[in-house]
C-alpha cells in the first residue's frame, strides 16, 4: 500500500496533520464544523464556503473558523 | 397610540433596548434574560470556533438568528485592522450587514479610540455596511461619523461595565440636536433608571449587557430595562413641565377654609 503523505497546517492555532492531496473541504468535514454557522479564513483571506472543496490546502497554512459568540 | 418605532438603517424594531450576550452565567440564562427584555437586537462577539471540544453549545442554538437580530462587534479590536477583519467576517458568517464598530484605545479604561473608529467607519460603509459606531461622547466626533457614513451614534454613558451612568448628559444632549440619525447609549449603565434618563434625554435606544448580566437577578433587571426603557420614551415624548425656582401648589388657592 502506498503511504499517504501528511503535510502540516495550523487551525485556529492549533497544529494540524492532514493528507497531502485533502482540500479544505475535507479538513472542515473531519472536525465537523457546521458551515452555515462560519466564517472561514485561509492565509486571512476569506474564503467563499460555495468554493471549499476547490481548495487544495499547502504545508503551513493557516485556518480560522470563527463564529458567534456571547458579547456585548 | 401611534406606534413608535426604532429605525436603524431603514429597519425597523418596537424595542429600544439592545442587549448584548456575554457574561452570563450561560447560554439558558442569558436566552431567558434577552426574552424578558423584550430586546430584538443583540450584540454577539466574533471568536475563533472551538475545533477541540465539539459539543460546546452554540449561540445560534440558543437565540434564534431568524428572530432576533444578531449584531455583530468588534469588542476586543484595538485597531481598524483588527475591527475590518473582524466584521467581514461576521458578514461571511451569513450576510450581516448591520455591524456594531467598537475600537477600543487603553485596556484600562474601554474607551474608544475615535481616529481608528472614524477611519473604520468610511471603510464600512464604502463596503456597504450598516454601521452602529460606538464613540465618546463628544458632538464634534460625534458629527464626523455621521458625516463617515455612520448609520447611529452610539456614545458612551461612562467606561464599559463600570455601572457608573451617563456621566455627560450636556454632551448626549447636544448630540441629540445635531443629529437625526439614532442615538444609542451604549456602555456604562448601571440600573433600569440610567436607561430611563438616557431615553429622557431623547436617545432612541440603550444597550445594556453587564448591568443586566451580572446583576444578582438577571431576569428581573432584564424586565426592569425594559420598563425603564419604555417609560423613558413615554415621559420624553410626553413633553416635561418647565423647572422653575419656586414652588407652585398642585391645589387651587381659592376656596381655602
Known amino acids: 500500500m502506498k503511504k499517504i503523505k501528511k503535510i502540516k497546517i495550523k487551525i485556529n492555532g492549533k497544529i494540524k496533520s492532514i493528507n497531502q492531496d485533502s482540500n479544505l473541504s475535507l479538513a472542515l468535514k473531519n472536525l465537523k464544523i457546521p458551515l452555515n454557522k462560519v466564517a472561514i479564513e485561509l492565509n486571512e483571506e476569506i474564503i467563499d464556503k460555495k468554493k471549499i472543496n476547490k481548495i487544495k490546502l499547502n504545508k503551513n497554512d493557516k485556518i480560522e473558523i470563527v463564529h458567534f459568540i456571547g458579547g456585548g | ?257
Open chain 2, 1 to 257: 397610540m401611534k406606534k413608535d418605532s426604532l429605525i436603524i438603517a431603514n429597519k425597523k424594531f418596537n424595542s429600544r433596548l439592545i442587549v448584548g450576550t456575554g457574561k452570563y452565567k450561560n447560554m439558558s440564562e442569558c436566552a431567558k434574560a434577552i426574552k424578558l427584555s423584550g430586546a430584538e437586537i443583540v450584540t454577539v462577539a466574533v471568536r475563533r470556533v472551538n475545533i477541540s471540544d465539539k459539543n460546546k453549545p452554540l449561540l445560534m442554538d440558543y437565540i434564534d438568528p431568524k428572530k432576533i437580530t444578531y449584531l455583530p462587534n468588534t469588542a476586543g479590536c484595538f485597531n481598524s485592522k483588527e475591527a475590518l477583519r473582524t466584521l467581514r467576517l461576521a458578514r461571511e458568517i451569513g450576510g450581516w450587514k448591520l455591524v456594531k464598530l467598537e475600537v477600543l484605545g487603553d485596556k484600562k479604561n474601554l474607551f474608544p479610540d475615535m481616529i481608528e473608529t472614524l477611519k473604520s467607519t468610511e471603510v464600512l460603509a464604502k463596503e456597504g455596511f450598516k454601521v452602529m459606531v460606538y464613540c465618546n461622547d463628544d458632538p464634534l466626533m460625534a458629527k464626523r461619523l455621521e458625516n463617515s457614513g455612520a448609520d447611529a451614534i452610539m456614545p458612551l454613558a461612562a467606561p464599559i461595565g463600570s455601572g457608573l451612568g451617563i456621566q455627560n448628559k450636556i454632551n448626549i444632549q447636544i448630540i441629540r440636536k445635531q443629529t437625526k440619525l439614532p442615538l444609542i447609549i451604549d456602555a456604562g449603565l448601571g440600573q433600569a433608571s440610567d436607561a430611563t434618563i438616557a431615553m429622557e434625554l431623547g436617545c432612541d435606544g440603550v444597550l445594556v449587557n453587564t448591568a443586566i448580566a451580572k446583576a444578582k437577578k438577571p431576569f428581573e433587571m432584564a424586565l426592569a430595562f425594559k420598563n425603564a426603557v419604555i417609560a423613558g420614551r413615554q415621559s420624553f415624548k410626553s413633553g416635561r413641565i418647565d423647572k422653575i425656582l419656586m414652588g407652585n401648589p398642585s391645589s387651587p388657592s381659592k376656596g381655602i377654609i
